[in-house]
């Protein structure tokens, strides 16, 4: 029988997927899920789990000698979560994966998916549109920082996640933006006294 919730959310991810080529995914992909402040990679991970986030929120963090966590990414809803570090170069995890919330996923493989994926053309053509997201995604950021200022960054931000304020600690927020909380709670103010003028 069809996992309607499953198939729904892999079209929601695909580009053009057949329920043919759709149910290739849907035989392998399991339900699992984690409570919050659970931890699906840590710093030095190997695993090469890919988990597709259907509800909650995921904390991309390392850790640095000194002791000191810096926030490099939340994940919210409807999208992927892996150790792409080891699975695109086989270099282990610079960071360490947490659940902010009760989160629940659809997980898979990468070696299962791969196989998969590699025998059907029109998986393998959404294999690519994912990667061209990513690095569009990755390029995206990095030109903030070198065309924007940290109030612009933010304004973007809120605008790409509208809800993320309310679910975050501000300190996550303020290190994803590559500021520190005293500037983000600044950047506030000036924009809500602008709002008032």
Excluded: W
Aim: proline share 3%; net charge positive.
């Amino acid at each position: 029988m069809i996992d309607i919730e499953k198939l729904r959310t892999l079209y929601k991810f695909g580009k053009e997927l057949s329920l043919q080529d759709a149910q290739e995914l849907l035989k392998t992909a399991k339900s699992i899920s984690f409570k919050k402040k659970e931890i699906l990679f840590e710093q030095g991970s190997k695993d090469t789990q890919i988990y597709f986030l259907r509800k909650g929120m995921v904390r991309m963090y390392h850790i640095k000698d000194t002791g000191e966590e810096i926030t490099f990414s939340l994940i919210p809803e409807h999208n992927v979560v892996a150790n792409f570090d080891f699975i695109a170069t086989e270099i282990p995890s610079k960071f360490y994966y947490e659940t902010l919330e009760n989160c629940s996923f659809f997980s898979i493989d990468y070696q299962v998916l791969d196989s998969i994926v590699s025998k059907n053309s029109k998986l393998e053509s959404n294999r690519k549109f994912f990667l061209r997201k990513i690095i569009f995604e990755v390029k995206e950021r990095l030109e903030s920082f070198v065309l924007m200022t940290p109030e612009e960054r933010y304004l973007k931000y809120i605008k790409d996640f509208p809800d993320l304020t309310n679910r975050v600690p501000d300190k996550y927020i303020a290190n994803v933006l590559g500021i520190t909380p005293v500037s983000l709670s600044r950047i506030r103010k000036r924009i809500s006294s602008k709002t008032e003028c």
